[in-house]
């Protein structure tokens, strides 16, 4: 019997070993997971803190019996490995009953990110959280349910932080505006929390479009979150405990700080492996997600992936994409070699009544990097038919190739429900298959006045974007 070794249960992870087993019984599944919880859903901890999701358990896709009993899947939660020995097959787990030993004949290294630091005093003290975990999003659920008055947000069982957080309800300061900087302002000024927003750069959300920053930088301060743009953090201040936010022109006192300025992939392991990393920092595959260590896998937010504009590689740590290439490497080991493919940089964020969705490339330093030659139009569009009494305007962000008139990528925002995500796909299938403004202009969208109108507005961007090539 031939065994495949897991390191690390989540997406990529029990992806992988659920349909290794599926598709071989007879294969022996061992999945090594250093903390509790496995297979659920991180991207869901700002929507649990806000009080949206009611319960930790309700982001856990599968629960470790489940996994034990209905897959047949060997889950060793509590267990770190602290060595890969590929020359003999082995990996070296500690866990709470000592020491353990596994040899395996096919292994995936699935150790997803951790949560960048920035090199900024006071990050150790007390109220600075990161959103990395399970474990934090308990903690900060803590927080908020503390800190309301009215009794509308159940409260989870007390934690390690309690002490602290029962004396908080002051301000709070946020450091980074990505995707967990703008969905944790949601999160916690609709719990009516004075916010504030703390971006190093002119604007938030540097990988979307300009005109999406400004509407959702806009729209955060219609909910009053205090956006502070071009603001280097130079120190958190105060003794043991946070106090301030300290930037090179202002000094803003806050109870709590969340960092959210980015993550990098966890890659200790397979570095003191002998396992090669690419020029993203990640570890490197082929399209097979196999390393340079035979019969050795790597997939999720700790292995680079190649992009399907430039087919160069990428670091691009998003769900979907850990989900589909654990999948493919299941399929391999198990006996059908599968790509799993490459991205496009999707991605999709909701700001309270706003949402967008961007995909492709759109920053036109990084086309001409990847030799294009980009030109962009943005124009508005009604999202319903002109008549119909309600809807509202999505802005559509659209970037081709002068020469080959190949659209590059796209980006859209709208109210939330008025569609700009959903429009996206049609743009991630043009990026995807290297269609042309043209022929983009000529997709047989879907038509409704309840749901669009009759040239959808990523055709009339197309439109408009062809007349300038």
């Not at 504030?196 to 002119?202: A, E, G, N």
């Not at 806009?218 to 120190?235: F, I, M, P, R, Y």
């Not at 020029?279 to 790597?298: C, F, H, K, L, M």
């Amino acid at each position: 019997m031939s065994t495949f070794v897991v390191v690390g249960g989540d997406a990529a992870g029990m992806s992988a070993a659920s349909k290794a087993k599926r598709d071989d019984p007879d294969l022996d599944v061992i999945v090594f997971e250093q903390g509790s919880w496995v297979s659920y859903g991180a991207c869901g901890l700002p929507y649990y803190i806000k009080g949206e999701i009611r319960s930790l358990d309700d982001l856990v896709s599968v629960t470790p019996e489940e996994f034990r009993k209905e897959r047949d899947i060997d889950l060793r939660t509590g267990h770190e490995v602290v060595d890969i020995n590929p020359d003999e097959r082995v990996v070296t787990a500690h866990g709470t009953t000592g020491e353990v030993v596994q040899k395996y004949d096919d292994l995936l290294i699935a150790v997803g990110a951790e949560a960048i630091l920035p090199s900024i005093d006071g990050i150790d003290h007390e109220g600075v959280y990161t959103l990395d975990s399970m474990t934090d999003g308990k903690e900060l659920r803590e927080y908020v349910a503390r800190a309301r008055s009215d009794g509308n947000l159940q409260q989870p069982d007390r934690g390690p932080a309690c002490q602290y957080l029962e004396t908080c309800n002051g301000p709070i300061g946020i450091v980074g505006g990505g995707y967990i900087g703008i969905e944790m302002a949601e999160a916690l000024a609709a719990n009516d929390f004075e916010v504030h927003l703390f971006q190093r750069s002119d604007r938030i959300l540097k990988t979307f479009s300009e005109a999406t920053s400004e509407i959702i930088a806009e729209h955060l301060a219609e909910q009053d979150v205090a956006v502070h743009l071009n603001s280097d953090v130079k120190a958190l201040a105060g003794d043991d405990r946070v106090e301030a936010v300290v930037t090179s022109d202002t000094h803003v006192p806050v109870e709590m700080v969340l960092l959210g300025t980015g993550v990098r992939p966890r890659t200790k392991l397979a570095e003191d492996a002998g396992i090669k990393l690419g020029e993203t920092g990640a570890i490197a595959t082929d399209s097979y997600r196999e390393t340079n260590q035979p019969n050795v896998y790597a997939a999720g937010d700790c292995a680079e992936v190649k992009h399907v504009i430039t087919n160069k590689a990428v670091y691009v740590p998003l769900a979907l994409t850990a989900n589909r290439h654990g999948r493919a490497v299941g399929q391999t080991v198990a006996g059908t070699p599968t790509e799993g493919g490459g991205v496009a940089g999707t991605a999709a964020i909701k700001a309270f009544d706003v949402e967008a969705a961007r995909t492709g490339i759109i920053d036109h330093r990084k086309a001409s990097d990847a030799g294009f030659d980009p030109v962009t139009e943005t124009i508005d569009a009604k999202s319903r038919a002109g008549y119909y009494p309600e809807g509202g305007t999505v802005r559509v962000t659209l970037t081709a190739d002068r020469e080959s008139e190949r659209i590059l990528g796209g980006c859209l925002v709208s109210e939330y429900g008025e569609g700009a995500v959903h429009r996206s796909h049609a743009l991630v299938a043009a990026v995807t298959e290297r269609v042309t403004v043209d022929e983009l202009s000529n997709y047989d969208l879907a038509y409704a006045p309840p749901f669009n109108t009759t040239w959808d507005p990523v055709l009339t961007a197309a439109k408009v974007l062809g007349g300038h090539l």
